[in-house]
């Protein structure tokens, strides 16, 4: 089903450092909405290796109705992951950061953490979308402001939500930083506003560069509440005396990437040219292309497609789709499916396609108390087979997202302006050769599957562009795709 593409070193299996005497390490933090990793990598005969330092687990801390993440856990496990290199003997060169969008952390005047964030999956901003329409702004102004996609958990809207509970972390901040700025702040005292990681808060313009301080206003906001915007590749400062202490580390290096961890993995796409559209699968999946500018217009705003702040002045045009979320929900309530992912799969593609199908972006998917009985209930609502057992319902979830692809595929080609000739699968997801298949087949285009630790990669990359090791983004995919092994799958319909 499936052929090489090109075989140097396999991502799930990165290649170690034990044994290289390399001067220049990077210093990777990729943090997830489930889980965490540091990752150590070098440049050298042109090639990029690296090694894993640390996984764990990010979990969301549900107290007093609402769902947190716990930033000091995070930070302390960055702090074990220094700890380790400092071990290991490996001289870190720099860090770099990134994580997901749209959450943020409030600090005090005293300059400390005033709360743990709330979590973009806490239910406070239900129904707070349309409120903020209909008492601020309405839709059409702000999409034409921002080009960003309408999620009711984008910061502009939990930011009007906390303001309209009266949140004291936030009418006491005097600084607003986004998770991977807030981490930066934590490790060296300086407060960014790093580009990417802005641009999914429907809070920054595009045309400007820059927070929009018309939507700031609308809640309650200042400019001078936010750091100075910083660009991926950007170097910020170096650690805190206490970090410092606490690591056994020197005055090492931290550096903005993008912060965002999508704009992360789409810098590492081993792409050829401009012609090309990617899909990061993970826990979400994000289908876009990369463009010069941003496309805000009528038909973007009908289709609720996102512009997002990419590296180099570029924009990553995309969609968000509910992705692995939705499978990797359910696994956790079979009981008698297999543990391996090959074999459980290879079940459900034993099953009869097409037999139901949901959406997997409808809100009944969002954060259900059983997410096997959401799908049940959407199938028995809407007519369809009612998928029973853990193979039926894997395949409904399998086609659901094939059929979805197809249709934000069909919409980024109408929008594109230009030929799209590969579509380039990162993350997580690009594991998955059944899925790829079916994408390659229901898009109707070639699909080139990894690297999975795209996100890392990129990171990496930019902190290697910011030693001035790489000229720019182009270099860096010639340098990732001959680091890395990738499948080719070919459309078969």
Same mark, same amino acid.
């Not at 300086?190 to 920054?204: G, R």
């Not at 301080?213 to 660009?231: D, N, P």
């Not at 289908?287 to 805000?296: H, L, S, V």
């Not at 289709?303 to 990553?316: C, K, Q, S, Y």
């Given at each position: 089903?499936?052929?090489?593409?090109?075989?140097?070193?396999?991502?799930?299996?990165?290649?170690?450092?034990?044994?290289?005497?390399?001067?220049?390490?990077?210093?990777?933090?990729?943090?997830?909405?489930?889980?965490?990793?540091? =990752?150590?990598?070098?440049?050298?005969?042109?090639?990029?290796?690296?090694?894993?330092?640390?996984?764990?687990?990010?979990?969301?801390?549900?107290?007093?109705?609402?769902?947190?993440?716990?930033?000091? +856990?995070?930070?302390?496990?960055?702090?074990?992951?220094?700890?380790?290199?400092?071990?290991?003997?490996?001289?870190?060169?720099? =860090?770099?950061? &990134?994580?997901?969008?749209?959450?943020?952390?409030?600090?005090?005047?005293?300059?400390?953490?005033?709360?743990?964030?709330?979590?973009?999956?806490?239910?406070?901003?239900?129904?707070?979308?349309?409120?903020?329409? @209909?008492?601020?702004?309405?839709?059409?102004?702000?999409?034409?402001?921002?080009?960003?996609?309408?999620?009711?958990?984008?910061?502009?809207?939990?930011?009007?939500?906390?303001?309209? +509970?009266?949140?004291?972390?936030?009418? @006491?901040?005097?600084?607003?930083?986004?998770?991977?700025? +807030?981490?930066?702040?934590?490790?060296?005292?300086?407060?960014?506003?790093?580009?990417? $990681?802005?641009?999914?808060?429907?809070?920054?313009?595009?045309?400007?560069?820059?927070?929009?301080?018309?939507?700031?206003?609308?809640?309650?906001?200042?400019?001078?509440?936010?750091?100075?915007? !910083?660009?991926?590749?950007?170097? $910020?400062? !170096?650690?805190?005396?206490?970090?410092?202490?606490?690591?056994?580390?020197?005055?090492?290096?931290?550096?903005?990437?993008?912060?965002?961890?999508?704009?992360? +993995?789409?810098?590492?796409?081993?792409?050829?040219?401009?012609?090309?559209?990617?899909?990061?699968?993970?826990?979400?999946?994000?289908?876009?292309?990369?463009?010069?500018?941003?496309?805000?217009?009528?038909?973007?705003?009908?289709?609720?497609?996102?512009?997002?702040?990419?590296?180099?002045?570029?924009?990553?045009?995309?969609?968000?789709?509910?992705?692995?979320?939705?499978?990797?929900?359910?696994?956790?309530?079979?009981?008698?499916?297999?543990?391996?992912?090959?074999?459980?799969?290879?079940? /459900?593609?034993?099953?009869?396609?097409?037999?139901?199908?949901?959406?997997?972006?409808?809100?009944?998917?969002?954060?259900?108390?059983?997410?096997?009985? /959401?799908?049940?209930?959407?199938?028995?609502? !809407?007519?369809?087979?009612?998928?029973?057992?853990?193979?039926?319902?894997?395949?409904? =979830?399998?086609?659901?997202?094939?059929?979805?692809?197809?249709?934000?595929?069909?919409?980024?080609?109408?929008?594109?302006?230009?030929?799209?000739?590969?579509?380039?699968? =990162?993350?997580?997801?690009?594991?998955?050769?059944?899925?790829?298949?079916?994408?390659? &087949?229901?898009?109707?285009?070639?699909? $080139?599957?990894?690297?999975?630790?795209?996100?890392?990669?990129?990171?990496?990359?930019?902190?290697?562009?910011?030693?001035?090791?790489?000229? &720019?983004?182009?270099?860096?995919?010639?340098?990732?795709?001959?680091?890395?092994?990738?499948?080719?799958?070919?459309?078969?319909?």
């Amino acid at each position: 089903m499936a052929q090489v593409f090109r075989a140097n070193f396999a991502p799930d299996k990165l290649i170690t450092l034990m044994e290289m005497k390399q001067e220049k390490y990077f210093f990777a933090v990729d943090l997830g909405a489930t889980s965490g990793r540091t =990752i150590v990598g070098c440049l050298s005969d042109g090639r990029l290796k690296m090694e894993v330092m640390t996984r764990f687990d990010n979990r969301l801390i549900e107290t007093g109705g609402h769902f947190y993440w716990d930033i000091f +856990a995070l930070y302390d496990e960055i702090i074990k992951g220094l700890q380790l290199t400092r071990q290991r003997g490996l001289s870190i060169q720099s =860090i770099g950061i &990134d994580t997901w969008g749209c959450d943020f952390v409030c600090i005090g005047k005293d300059k400390a953490i005033l709360r743990n964030p709330l979590a973009y999956r806490d239910p406070h901003t239900v129904g707070v979308m349309e409120q903020y329409f @209909n008492e601020k702004m309405d839709r059409q102004t702000v999409y034409g402001k921002t080009g960003i996609q309408f999620m009711n958990f984008n910061s502009l809207f939990q930011l009007y939500a906390m303001g309209k +509970a009266d949140n004291v972390a936030l009418g @006491n901040a005097e600084k607003i930083l986004f998770i991977p700025d +807030a981490l930066i702040y934590m490790l060296t005292g300086k407060a960014i506003c790093e580009y990417t $990681v802005a641009s999914t808060s429907q809070m920054l313009n595009p045309a400007t560069g820059d927070l929009d301080v018309e939507l700031l206003e609308s809640v309650g906001l200042r400019r001078s509440q936010f750091g100075e915007m !910083t660009r991926p590749a950007t170097v $910020v400062g !170096t650690l805190t005396d206490e970090v410092q202490r606490l690591t056994g580390l020197g005055a090492v290096t931290v550096v903005a990437v993008a912060g965002h961890d999508t704009a992360s +993995a789409v810098a590492a796409i081993p792409a050829r040219d401009e012609h090309f559209a990617y899909l990061s699968s993970g826990t979400w999946s994000l289908m876009g292309i990369e463009t010069k500018e941003p496309i805000i217009s009528a038909r973007s705003l009908e289709l609720n497609f996102t512009n997002e702040g990419g590296i180099e002045g570029t924009t990553r045009f995309l969609k968000n789709i509910c992705g692995m979320w939705i499978y990797e929900r359910c696994r956790k309530e079979w009981t008698d499916a297999p543990d391996s992912h090959a074999e459980l799969q290879a079940e /459900a593609m034993k099953q009869p396609a097409m037999r139901c199908l949901i959406n997997p972006d409808d809100e009944a998917f969002a954060n259900p108390p059983s997410m096997v009985k /959401a799908i049940e209930d959407y199938c028995r609502r !809407t007519g369809q087979h009612v998928p029973q057992g853990y193979a039926e319902v894997c395949r409904c =979830i399998f086609d659901s997202l094939a059929m979805r692809y197809r249709e934000v595929f069909n919409w980024l080609k109408e929008l594109a302006g230009h030929d799209i000739s590969v579509l380039h699968i =990162i993350g997580g997801g690009s594991l998955n050769d059944w899925l790829n298949q079916m994408t390659a &087949d229901s898009c109707g285009v070639t699909v $080139v599957a990894g690297p999975q630790e795209a996100t890392a990669i990129g990171n990496i990359m930019l902190q290697a562009k910011a030693s001035g090791e790489v000229k &720019d983004v182009w270099e860096m995919r010639r340098i990732i795709a001959q680091s890395i092994e990738s499948k080719e799958f070919r459309n078969n319909k």
